[in-house]
């Protein structure tokens, strides 16, 4: 393999992981906001956060959907780098090939480590919701 063929692949491969990084950030981020937001629902008046923390929810729940749609396009471009003769390579990072129902967008936030993640987590603010209206029920 010639340095240049090396050279691509690793630019590709450090793209992967940044995209991966991301992902896994994206997670990490969704449920710390979402517990800090629950924390400030303990009064009528910041029973507005439950609705805030879903709209939290949805918009990382779109970008870890993103970030996997764009790891997917990058691993198959590193796939077809791979395989390409040495004076082939020409350091092109464009992924606009790869289309179709696995690189999509809708894939990407339907991917099986995604949607899990963020279905418990609207089922969860939902729990939260429906107990903070019944202690407030039960209070009044």
């Known amino acids: 393999m010639n340095d240049n063929k090396f050279k691509h692949l690793d630019y590709i491969h450090n793209t992967i992981n940044r995209m991966s990084s991301n992902s896994f950030i994206i997670k990490g981020w969704t449920i710390s906001i979402v517990s800090i937001?629950?924390?400030?629902?303990?009064?009528?008046?910041?029973k507005k956060f439950?609705?805030?923390?879903?709209?939290?929810v949805l918009v990382f729940w779109y970008l870890n959907g993103y970030f996997l749609q764009q790891e997917r396009k990058f691993r198959a471009l590193y796939e077809k780098v791979r395989i390409l003769p040495d004076k082939?390579?020409?350091?092109?990072?464009?992924?606009?090939?790869?289309t179709g129902r696995y690189y999509s967008l809708a894939?990407?936030?339907?991917?099986?480590?995604?949607?899990?993640?963020?279905?418990?987590?609207?089922?969860?603010?939902f729990i939260v919701k429906y107990l903070a209206e019944s202690t407030v029920a039960n209070t009044v």
């Open 88 to 98: 082939e390579i020409d350091f092109s990072m464009s992924t606009k090939e790869f």
């Open 107 to 125: 894939s990407g936030i339907l991917g099986k480590t995604i949607w899990p993640l963020y279905i418990a987590i609207i089922i969860m603010t």
């Open 37 to 46: 937001l629950f924390i400030f629902t303990d009064n009528d008046i910041n």
């Open 50 to 56: 439950i609705t805030i923390s879903l709209l939290a």
